[in-house]
């Protein structure tokens, strides 16, 4: 509008100088148009001041027309919006900042403005879930999600993996499975995925659902093969304890197990357990046995002392056919020693407990020992086999005690 003003300026003043200097007042001059029929008469001068406001008038409104360019408009319209998400993108920044700070409350409030920007972005929705979370208010940090999900359905993934994230640690287990088997539908091999499910059967002791999810993580390498082996054990342990009762199935389990698991000490002691509680002793027995002769192992010798299947004479022979090539076998002469007291062969039960306590003594033999030396008769001994048991658990004491009379 001052250009416009100074241009109109400019010709009213060029127009005046010029009527004064050619004499426009005292002769403002002729001039005629004749077109055909037609005819245009008028003065100069008033020609000079038609051009002058015509030229004005023109020049004012090529200013409007510029003014509402539409391409002008389009470029307000950006370098606004750009402006807004300028903001946002400060608001979200700081907010963040502040939330790795610890300061949880200006972070919220920082990533709240964000969000009421129309460039926001989902990273908003997520830090403000997870404040939420971090104050104990689940309801509040599953609904920021869903707020995000409804406003950047692109980013839904990861804002479900945030939302399961947020319910196992909730213990809300169930709705974190639902949460996860829909996401693992659409992206089978995602790691974190994986993890989490891992994460939530382990919880729930699923074990079936471990089973299935097992191949899985072997093929996308999720654990190490140490933890995957052990993972497997640890399927297998709990679907044997889940089927405790049912023979057939607790059978059927065994069979299905690899070869290595089957040699396991903690998984064939188990098993043998379970069966023999379930009444299937000489099961029981023949896993043992089985596992034995593949791999030995201390604790599974232990265990088949321990177990009383009712046929404690063939589990002796067994037991003492074992003994022939490795004669030294502690763990063993306690077996043997044990099995001798079912069959009521105390000579040999002794002979196999003092060979036991010569080369390893330990608590436990020690009061095996003396019960069986009470049992026939010999007090002095049977008692210092039970302080040497005392000191072998470390119950022994220095205190001064009154003497019989």
């Not at 009444?279 to 010798?301: F, I, M, Y």
Request: hydrophobic residues 45%; positive net charge.
């Amino acid at each position: 509008m001052i250009r416009l003003f100074a241009w109109s300026l400019l010709v009213i003043v060029v127009a005046l100088t010029l009527s004064l200097t050619l004499g426009f007042p005292q002769d403002p001059g002729y001039l005629l148009i004749a077109f055909g029929n037609s005819a245009f008469e008028t003065s100069i001068f008033a020609l000079l001041v038609a051009v002058c406001v015509v030229f004005a008038a023109l020049r004012l409104l090529w200013t409007i027309v510029s003014g509402l360019n539409p391409w002008r408009l389009v470029s307000a319209g950006r370098r606004l919006r750009a402006r807004r998400k300028a903001n946002a993108k400060r608001s979200t920044i700081q907010g963040l900042l502040s939330l790795v700070r610890g300061d949880n409350n200006a972070s919220a409030k920082l990533l709240e403005k964000g969000v009421s920007e129309p460039d926001a972005s989902s990273i908003n929705y997520m830090a403000l879930a997870y404040i939420a979370n971090q104050k104990g208010e689940v309801d509040a940090a599953l609904e920021w999600l869903s707020k995000g999900e409804s406003a950047y359905p692109d980013a839904k993934s990861t804002i479900e993996s945030v939302r399961a994230e947020i319910l196992l640690q909730a213990n809300r287990f169930e709705e974190c499975v639902a949460v996860l088997q829909n996401l693992r539908s659409n992206s089978p091999a995602d790691t974190n995925l994986l993890r989490l499910l891992h994460r939530v059967y382990a919880q729930l002791e699923d074990w079936d659902a471990l089973e299935r999810l097992l191949p899985a993580l072997t093929k996308q390498k999720v654990m190490t093969v140490d933890a995957l082996s052990s993972l497997a054990d640890a399927v297998l342990l709990g679907q044997l304890r889940n089927a405790a009762t049912n023979v057939s199935e607790l059978q059927q389990l065994w069979k299905k197990a690899k070869a290595s698991q089957c040699e396991t000490p903690a998984l064939v002691t188990e098993y043998s357990k379970l069966l023999l509680h379930a009444g299937e002793a000489e099961g029981a027995r023949r896993a043992l046995e089985k596992a034995l002769k593949k791999r030995w192992d201390s604790e599974t010798v232990l265990c088949y002392g321990k177990l009383d299947s009712g046929l404690a004479l063939k589990q002796l022979l067994a037991a003492e056919h074992w003994q022939r090539s490795r004669p030294s076998d502690a763990a063993l002469l306690l077996t043997l020693a044990r099995l001798s007291l079912r069959c009521e062969l105390w000579g040999k039960a002794r002979e196999y407990y003092e060979a036991r306590l010569a080369m390893q003594a330990d608590a436990e033999a020690f009061v095996e020992y003396a019960g069986l030396m009470r049992g026939l008769g010999f007090e002095a001994e049977a008692d210092a086999a039970t302080r040497s048991a005392l000191e072998a658990a470390g119950l022994n004491s220095s205190l001064p005690m009154p003497r019989s009379v």
